[in-house]
């Protein structure tokens, strides 16, 4: 049987406005599709109290209602899970997702995924919520990840994501002292010729840019601040490695096990207004102990 989500959300025409219902709506961030997925139901939109058509005019002072549903069949097993939530509201959560955690349901991690475990909590207001993550991380990266609720706030991250609009900052702690401390990397990354997982730079490649800075250095080991313009695959981990410093712990790209058993990368920040409430959101994910510890371990 069908389950329903219905999101409301208001809002009053600004003085000085005179446009379509659509116009404004597009204004706010809605998408063409999303206009055409809300029309499958006649009181999607209501202008002063009565149900409109997105070709209506609206002006300074109405009263728009807008509702969102989604009816849906559940994709993702629920599953009872320890999970840290940040953060929730009716659109969106942030999570700090562990470190070993898969994102994603694939073959032999059916059960044991962020997916698993945000359907699981959302299942309990909404059994047919859709999981939609809008940042994924790798199953060995920990930190901070956004999870849509809705199609429309799904639509509206991933537009925010194409145009820079959500700040994402990194840790990664890498071997010995990056040169210089800090500077920016700019280079195209490409899938590598006989690999279905890694990464290459590649001239011909997706554009990437990275911007690094040396927080720490203790141990033989610095603990590197990366700011992303770009979200390409695996993009941190290779851009450290070109310029000589790879992340400690990599599997793919560093096999450096001596003091972490994964990938030393935690999404430490995410700074974005939300996009449908207009609020400022800023979270930050502490170190991890793992990476703490390497840190902090007195080498013999």
Sequence with gaps: MNNMMIREITYIIPAQESCRLSTFLRRKGYSRQNLVEMKKYPDCAMVNGDPAHFNVPVRSGDRVVIRIRETHEPTVLPVRLPIKILYEDEDLLIVDKPAGMPTHPSFGNYDNTLANAVTWHCCRQDPGFVFRCSNR????TSGLTVVAKH?????????MGVRHAIRRDYLAIVRGVP????????????????????RTIDPDGEQ??????????KNGHSLVSLTLETGRTHQIRI??????????????????FEY???QALNAHRLRFTQPLTGKALDFVSELPEDMRHVLEQPRS
Excluded: C
Excluded at 137 to 140: P, S
Excluded at 151 to 159: I, K, N, R, T, Y
Excluded at 208 to 216: D, F, G, M
């Design 179 to 198: 040169q210089p401390s800090s500077g920016t990397i700019d280079k195209p990354l490409g899938r590598k010729p006989g690999s279905i997982l890694e």
């Design 208 to 217: 990437a840019v990275t911007h690094y800075h040396v927080l720490e250095t």
């Design 260 to 262: 972490i058993s994964r």
């Design 151 to 159: 199609f429309v706030s799904a639509g509206m991250l991933s537009e």
């Design 137 to 140: 991380l790798d199953r060995d």
């Design 239 to 256: 851009h450290m490695k070109s310029i000589g410093y790879p992340l400690i712990g990599d599997y793919l790209y560093n096999p450096d």
